[in-house]
């Protein structure tokens, strides 16, 4: 099965300045991959996700970088302000078996931005 | 609103009694999976079915118990529970087809098992 290591599990930064959070996969069958935020008290929700024909994707702020050879992924937020706040999970899809929306997580980041 | 609607959103039992937590989609979806998610620890999958059939149990103990009557709903019942599973239980849904394999969560049900 698919394992996924994420880091750092605290970030904390200015806000304005850049983060970065990064995780590594085991499977190299993996071919999606998703970052979520979750705020305090409400379930996690998809921000961005990656495929793996594509070696990087932007959406404003936001902009995921995957490495296939290495098997790594990089979740970077620009600019970043206090709402930007929250616990951040990457995921890759294990590409096996007959259940193709199954998502193995990484432990999570605890991005805190200052004002 | 992510179209994933969980009740009840706080729960609190005893560890003889009995209780069901529930999941529901509009959005179309063929898949529903339950995870739980602890402190520290990463969200762990529970259970998956596809197309109303349980196509994933992933060594959860009998105590949890998945129904999906329809693929628009999913039930975890609970009896005999321990301290232990206190957590957040997410339910989750997406579709089976194609490129579009974004999963939708709800808000959970937090969970105190006393």
């Known amino acids: 099965g698919e394992n996924v290591e994420q880091h750092p599990s605290t970030l904390s930064v200015q806000e304005g300045d850049s983060a970065v959070i990064k995780c590594t996969y085991s499977?190299?069958?993996?071919?999606?991959f998703p970052w979520y935020k979750q705020e305090l008290g409400k379930g996690p929700q998809l921000i961005i996700d990656i495929r793996s024909n594509v070696g990087e994707k932007k959406d404003q702020r936001i902009a995921v970088t995957l490495n296939k050879t290495a098997k790594h992924f990089s979740l970077h937020i620009t600019e970043t302000q206090p709402e930007d706040s929250a616990v951040y999970f990457c995921a890759a899809r294990y590409a096996g078996g007959t259940s193709y929306g199954k998502l193995t997580f990484g432990q999570g980041t605890i991005l805190t931005v200052h004002p | 609103e992510t179209g994933v609607t969980q009740t009840p959103r706080h729960l609190v039992m005893g560890m003889t009694n009995k209780k069901s937590l529930k999941c529901e989609q509009h959005?179309?979806?063929?898949?529903m999976y339950w995870y739980k998610q602890s402190a520290k620890k990463p969200l762990e999958l529970m259970f998956v079915y596809n197309f109303k059939e349980q196509t994933e149990n992933n060594s959860v103990p009998s105590r949890f118990s998945p129904e999906c009557p329809n693929s628009s709903h999913l039930f975890l019942h609970l009896h005999t529970l321990q301290p232990e599973d206190s957590a957040l239980y997410l339910c989750?849904?997406?579709?089976?087809?194609?490129?579009?394999?974004?999963?939708?969560f709800g808000q959970g049900t937090r969970l105190t098992v006393v």
């Open positions: 499977d190299s069958a993996s071919n999606y």
């Open positions: 989750a849904s997406s579709t089976q087809e194609g490129e579009n394999t974004e999963a939708f």
């Open positions: 959005l179309g979806h063929n898949a």
